[in-house]
């Protein structure tokens, strides 16, 4: 299994751009996660989905978008990226009350 | 204040040695995890647990439901245990809130 994969690794935006982050997994988890990790802080949970075709609002959901169109896949969006959008992003999936599986995060920065 | 609270932040020890790190929470849980997160940037879940003590090779977690305290033990320390140590509580809807971890650096 290649467990939770993220595309790309590291992206460079000008703000204002769009772009989508894609997390894939293969382990056939119901739940899938969009973390993100800002220097000296905990993650915080964007949004989550607790099954294919739903998704929810999690801590800071503010200027992000998902899509749950596939089991094993979770698409995280940015329609107009600002610099406080700056941050190493994971993606994590698991089966109902089991532990969590990460993605090797993605490293965004917009300028 | 922060729902889960770890403690301490940054903690500096030579190899051998015998390491705690503290968790609390003020929340209630369904259950606690502890993960590690190497420099790389990697994250890895090393216990999740409801109840009593869990161990795995040198590392111990253990949980007292009724203090919403957990600690995490780690025996005989070597400079690969660097890392930072993240406790996260799920809560009744199944999300995870996070610590701000703590940095453990091995000294050889």
């Known amino acids: 299994n290649a467990g939770v994969t993220q595309t790309p690794k590291f992206r460079v935006l000008k703000t204002g751009q769009s772009m989508t982050l894609l997390c894939a997994q293969d382990?056939?988890?119901?739940?899938m996660y969009w973390y993100r990790q800002d220097p000296g802080m905990g993650l915080r949970l964007i949004h989550y989905?607790?099954?294919?075709?739903?998704?929810a609002k999690g801590e800071v959901p503010d200027g992000y978008n998902v899509s749950r169109l596939k089991k094993q896949n979770f698409l995280l969006g940015l329609e107009s990226a600002a610099p406080s959008q700056t941050s190493v992003y994971f993606c994590?999936?698991?089966?109902?009350?089991?532990?969590?599986?990460f993605g090797p995060g993605t490293r965004l920065t917009v300028t | 204040k922060n729902e889960v609270e770890q403690s301490p932040q940054n903690l500096t020890a030579q190899e051998g040695e015998f390491i705690t790190i503290n968790c609390s929470y003020s929340?209630?849980?369904?259950?606690l995890h502890w993960l590690q997160q190497h420099p790389g940037g990697g994250i890895v879940s090393l216990f999740m647990?409801?109840?009593?003590?869990k161990k795995h090779g040198r590392l111990i977690a253990t949980i007292n439901i009724q203090e919403k305290h957990s600690s995490l033990h780690i025996t005989a320390s070597h400079p690969r245990d660097s890392a930072v140590y993240i406790c996260?509580?799920?809560?009744?809807?199944?999300?995870?809130?996070w610590g701000a971890g703590t940095k453990l650096i091995i000294k050889p």
């Open positions: 382990m056939n988890h119901e739940y």
């Open positions: 647990l409801s109840s009593g003590k």
């Open positions: 929340v209630g849980i369904s259950a």
């Open positions: 994590a999936s698991n089966r109902n009350s089991y532990e969590q599986y």
């Open positions: 989905s607790v099954g294919e075709g739903t998704t």
């Open positions: 996260a509580v799920r809560n009744s809807n199944y999300q995870l809130i």
